[in-house]
């Protein structure tokens, strides 16, 4: 929801990740965004970053922004 919101794009997200550390590709962003993988506790940090939002929204089940 948050990187479509802020019209980020896999590939943009991935690339923040990257640049921030952490070595992920866009098949794995699409699998979380499935549901298919999990995240990491320090990905979580940097996801966070990327996307503008706080961990707690991140991990909070309900999907409202």
Do not use: C, H, P
């Amino acid at each position: 929801m948050a990187r479509a919101k802020n019209r980020i794009t896999q590939s943009d997200l991935v690339a923040r990740m990257q640049v921030a550390g952490v070595a992920i590709e866009r098949d794995s962003i699409s699998r979380i965004e499935r549901g298919t993988r999990i995240v990491t506790d320090y990905e979580l940090k940097i996801f966070s970053k990327a996307l503008g939002v706080s961990m707690e929204w991140l991990t909070d089940e309900s999907g409202t922004l």
